[in-house]
């Protein structure tokens, strides 16, 4: 009921929104994925999912735990912090919506919930992956894979860890040792939440 509401909305205050959206996700879909059968390793996608999103699978395209937290850093810590989900972002690239209001917030967060009844969070996940920015000559999963020299089709855990973590820290063209640090850094902390990640749902 909630989500058919949210819906519903959406497609009454941004029905034009929605529909470039919608047309430039199906061309990418169509373009770039086989049918709702996964195209990626599932550890790229499970790194991706940990790093950006912990309850991916939870949510309807947008978080309220995250976003409650986030506000919470906001008024008591004066920090900023992102609350977006992967749906979320994905919206942002697919549209080039880089406003940065309320107004933009709450209107991707009505399209996201619009994107997951239409598409399944294998195609949305994998699709950001495709769109995502990992750092110059990287744009997409496909070029980044290319510039690190990785089989994309037979990533490994320290490849899929390397790639994740330049979503964070997009890796420059020419990469000082301070932005080096940042990403070994997101790299160490990405390790340690699979480790977490693995002995709470297998322990």
């Not at 969070?121 to 995502?132: D, F, G, H, N, V």
């Amino acid at each position: 009921m909630f989500v058919k509401l949210i819906t519903l909305i959406a497609l009454f205050f941004y029905k034009e929104q929605w529909e470039i959206l919608y047309i430039r996700a199906r061309r990418k879909y169509s373009k770039n994925l086989d049918g709702n059968k996964r195209m990626f390793p599932y550890l790229l996608i499970e790194t991706l999912i940990i790093a950006e999103d912990k309850r991916f699978y939870k949510h309807y395209g947008f978080d309220p735990i995250a976003i409650v937290r986030a506000l919470q850093r906001i008024i008591f810590y004066k920090k900023l912090e992102g609350a977006s989900t992967i749906t979320q972002q994905l919206v942002r690239t697919l549209l080039n919506d880089k406003e940065i209001t309320i107004k933009r917030k709450v209107r991707e967060i009505f399209l996201s919930v619009l994107l997951e009844v239409k598409l399944s969070k294998t195609i949305i996940s994998e699709l950001y992956l495709y769109e995502a920015y990992f750092g110059w000559k990287m744009n997409g999963i496909q070029e980044a894979c290319l510039r690190k020299n990785y089989n994309i089709w037979d990533l490994n855990l320290e490849q899929s860890i390397a790639l994740i973590a330049r979503l964070k820290y997009p890796e420059p063209r020419f990469l000082s040792d301070e932005q080096e640090k940042k990403i070994n850094q997101r790299e160490s902390y990405l390790i340690r939440q699979l480790k977490t990640w693995k002995e709470s749902n297998h322990g």
